[in-house]
C-alpha cells in the first residue's frame, strides 16, 4: 500500500507541475492587469511604475523563473486584488467550499444510499419507479437553471429565503440543495444497479431462504459488496464541489473558491489563480487516495 501511495504520489506531483506550467502562460494571455488596476486617466510613469512593481515589464520566461523560484520557498505570491498572500486568499475561500461540500455531500450519500438500495430490494414497484424517475431528472438538471429557479421561487416569490452569503443557516439551504440534486440523482443510479446485482446472488438468496430481516439484508450482507462502484462515484463528486462549484458559488454570491476562480480570472489576478489550481489539484489527489484506502478496507482482496 506504502509503494502504490508512493507512485500516486508522483503522478499526481508531474500532473501538478505540467498544469501550474500551462496555467501560467496561458493566464498571461488574458492580458495587462495594469489596465484593471489603475485609473483611466493614469499617466504613462504610473503605468510603467506599477508593472515594474509587480515584475510585469520582464519577459514571461524570466516571470516564470522568478516564480518557481518563490515556489520552491513556498512563497505563492501576492493577490493583486487584496494586497495579501495569495494562498491566505486561497485557504480562506476552500473553506468555505470545504464545508459546502462536507454538507452537500453527507446528506447526498446517507439519502442516495438508503433509497438506492430499498428501490433496488423490488425492482419494479412504485417506490422504485419514482425513486428512479426523480433520480434520472436530478441527475440531468443543469445547476445554473437550478439555481435561478431556486433564487426566482423562494427567494423573490415566497421569500423565504436570501439569495445571497453566508450569515446564517438559512444562506446555506439554497446552495446545498441545489448541489445535493446532481450528485444524488447519479449516486442513487449506481446504488439501485450495484444493489440488484449483489442482492441477485446467490449469498443473498440463502440468506433470505434462513429467514434474515429483510433490513439486514440490504444494510449488512449486500450494501457492503455494492459499495465499490459507489465510492467512486462518491468521490468524483466530492471532488467536483472541492474543485470549486463555479455556477452555483457564483449565482448565490458564495464566498467559495470556485467564485474566487472566476473573479480572479476576470481581474487578472495570477498568483490567486495559480494557487486555486495547486489547492484544487491537492485536493483531488487527497479525495482519490481515500477512494483507494477505501476500497482497501470493504475488499481484502485490494490489501493483499
Known sequence: ?????????IASGVSLVGLVVLVFFLSRLTGD????YLPL??????????????????????QFGRYVADLVQLDFGHSLRQARPAMEVVLEAFSWTFRLAVITMSCVTVAAI?????????????????????????????DFWLA????????VNLHWLPTSGTGTALHWILPVSVLFIRPFG???????GSMINVL???????????????PRIIFVHGLRNAMLPVITVIGDQAAAILNGAVVVETVFGFPGIGKLMIDSILLRDFAVVLAVIMVSALAIFLMNLLIDLAYALLDPRIRY
Open 200 to 214: 441477485s446472488s446467490a449469498y443473498v438468496k440463502t440468506a433470505r431462504a434462513k429467514g434474515v430481516r429483510t
Open 186 to 192: 447519479l449516486i442513487l443510479q449506481v446504488v439501485r
Open 33 to 36: 492587469p495594469t489596465d484593471l
Open 1 to 9: 500500500m506504502k509503494s502504490f501511495i508512493g507512485k500516486r504520489a
Open 114 to 142: 438508503v433509497i438506492g438500495s430499498l428501490a433496488a430490494f423490488r425492482v419494479g414497484g412504485i417506490f422504485d419507479r419514482i425513486a428512479t424517475f426523480f433520480s434520472l431528472i436530478g441527475a440531468s438538471a443543469p
Open 41 to 62: 486617466d493614469a499617466s504613462v510613469e504610473m503605468r510603467e511604475q506599477f508593472r515594474q512593481m509587480h515584475g510585469f515589464n520582464d519577459p514571461l520566461i524570466v
Open 148 to 155: 435561478i429557479v431556486a433564487i426566482v421561487i423562494f427567494a
